[in-house]
């Protein structure tokens, strides 16, 4: 049986493809609308398997009412959910939210904590809600965020050659310099929005295709 061929690209085409992202989508930066900590660590995990145009269409009306952890934690788990009831799995994000809030108060003094150690204990936080809130909020790469379009992009450039976000984010920590792990996250999530999408990506309009082993011609 044949061997396949590995779409892994080499170092100089990795920094090749850096700058061009660089020069296309130099400000991306966090789709979700927050103001503080609290309220991005509670549309992340709303986010899990629904999109940033939804939660940010649900969350004004549920900061209003719960505006930060001593708020929500007090809340009623029954009226969170008919909150947040447009977006998915919204009964397990509803009591997740709600015990969050209250591991908040009864342990970090209602503040959201630094670390991903503290994060990652939270009721519905893991490895990537806990990078979006450390990198976008408190400007820490603890790691790097790894979503559907992470993980797609980062396959189809070359990037990297592996399945499942723990593995993807492993590789790419080990090729991307750190001072790059926030913005560049934050660039593969909007080129994978705007351009390299998963049915039919835009390779004809992209920049980064003279260097992309994936890249569709014809």
């Not at 934690?73 to 029954?78: I, P, T």
């Not at 397990?92 to 939210?97: A, C």
Request: proline share 5%; with cysteine.
């Amino acid at each position: 049986m044949a061997r396949r061929r590995s779409k892994l690209v080499a170092d100089d085409v990795v920094r090749k493809q850096l700058r061009r992202l660089g020069r296309i989508l130099p400000d991306a930066e966090c789709a979700l609308v927050h103001r503080n900590a609290f309220e991005l660590l509670v549309a992340t995990i709303l986010s899990a398997q629904c999109t940033d145009k939804l939660v940010n269409e649900i969350t004004p009306a549920l900061f209003a009412k719960y505006p930060d952890a001593r708020a929500l934690a007090a809340a009623n788990v029954d009226e969170v959910g008919e909150m947040v009831k447009r977006a998915s799995f919204w009964r397990t994000k509803s009591k997740h939210l709600v015990a969050m809030a209250a591991l908040l108060v009864e342990r970090h003094g209602a503040e959201v904590p630094r670390t991903m150690a503290e994060l990652v204990v939270l009721p519905g936080v893991a490895r990537k809600t806990a990078n979006v809130v450390l990198g976008s909020w408190y400007g820490i790469p603890a790691g790097f965020v790894v979503d559907t379009h992470v993980e797609r992009v980062a396959n189809r450039l070359g990037f990297v050659e592996a399945e499942g976000a723990v593995k993807i984010e492993r590789a790419l920590m080990e090729r991307i310099p750190k001072t790059r792990w926030i913005l560049l996250a934050h660039q593969l999530i909007l080129h994978g929005r705007q351009t390299c999408h998963a049915l039919r990506p835009k390779c004809e309009a992209c920049v980064l295709a003279p260097d992309c082993p994936s890249r569709e011609v014809g």
